[in-house]
Structure formats: structure tokens, C-alpha cells
């Protein structure tokens, strides 16, 4: 599966911002999906995950009532919709897919497929 995140960009702070994950090169409708991010010097950071079916979802305590993921398997796409964006929220986003289709929280290194990542930067 190959994977292409897009949607990043600049935005003031409790601005919004969607992001996307276009899948393709496999059966999207097989993979548990997951948002990542990462500043520089820091560990890859869980943010939120998706079941195959979308009826499922885990966020981080830091994002949760902010941002909303989903899916639509139709599209092969997954999304990340960013509400009331905070300077710290500043990294760059992955995503990833893991086979076994489910949305708990896993180590980055349990994904096997990731996205080439897209810059959010939150001013404040």
C-alpha cells in the first residue's frame, strides 16, 4: 500500500485544517489507519486511529475533542480534521495502515506502511 498525506499548511492559532491520506496499491478497506506526528528531536507521537469499518476510533488525551478522524473506504482516503489548533499542535503528520484493520493504540514500529508526512505549523 502506498500512501500520500496532503492538506498541511500555515494557520493561526483556533484556525482548522483537514488533512488527507490517499491509499492505493492495496485494499484500503482491509487497514486500521492511524494519524502520527513528529517535531524535530522528538519520538513519533500517536495522535488518533480508525478501524477498517471507521466504527472505531482512539485519540491522544492531547487531541481529543479537537481533531476527528475518518474514512471513506469508497475513496480509499483517510482524514484528520484539526479543530481549534494550538501552537504545540506544530509538527509534521503521518499516516499510517496497519493489516490487521483495528483502531487501538499501537507503537509506530506495529504500522507497516506510512505516508510521506505534510507540515502543519500553528502560529500563535
Known amino acids: 500500500v502506498q500512501l500520500q498525506a496532503s492538506g498541511g499548511g500555515l494557520v493561526q492559532a483556533g484556525g482548522s485544517l483537514r488533512l488527507s491520506c490517499a491509499a492505493s496499491?492495496?485494499?484500503?478497506?482491509?487497514?486500521?489507519m492511524a494519524w502520527f506526528r513528529q517535531t524535530p528531536g522528538k519520538e513519533r507521537e500517536f495522535i488518533a486511529a480508525?478501524?477498517?469499518?471507521?466504527?472505531?476510533?482512539t485519540y491522544a488525551d492531547s487531541v481529543r475533542g479537537r481533531f476527528t478522524i475518518s474514512r471513506d473506504n469508497a475513496k480509499s482516503t483517510v482524514y484528520l480534521q484539526m479543530n481549534s489548533l494550538k501552537p504545540e499542535d506544530t509538527a509534521v503528520y503521518y499516516c499510517a495502515a496497519a493489516p490487521d484493520g483495528g483502531s487501538w493504540r499501537r507503537p509506530s514500529n506495529e504500522y507497516d506502511f506510512w505516508g510521506q508526512g505534510t507540515q502543519v505549523t500553528v502560529s500563535s
Open positions: 496499491g492495496g485494499t484500503f478497506s482491509y487497514y486500521g
Open positions: 480508525i478501524s477498517w469499518s471507521g466504527g472505531a476510533t
